[in-house]
């Protein structure tokens, strides 16, 4: 969302995953997730939504799995379904 000027190497086998989430309480909470996300190796992009109680993010699951993006928010207060 905000690494705009952080380029990341991107690959052609790239996954895109849709959570729902609970927990959120502001926009800033899901800016806070988008944020850790994104620094995390192999994530190119996230996109949570507030009002949907929703993200998505694309990520190449050569360098990350699933698991470790729900610890990510986990780790944050969040939760996952």
Do not use: W
């Not at 959120?24 to 992009?45: K, M």
């Amino acid at each position: 969302m905000f690494n705009f000027l952080k380029p990341k190497k991107t690959n052609k086998n790239l996954e895109t995953i849709t959570l729902k989430l609970s927990g959120l309480h502001c926009t800033s909470c899901a800016t806070n997730i988008d944020l850790t996300l994104e620094d995390l190796p192999g994530v190119v992009s996230s996109n949570t939504s507030y009002a949907k109680s929703e993200l998505k993010v694309s990520f190449d699951p050569s360098q990350i799995k699933t698991d470790k993006i729900r610890s990510s928010i986990s780790k944050l207060g969040y939760t996952t379904a």
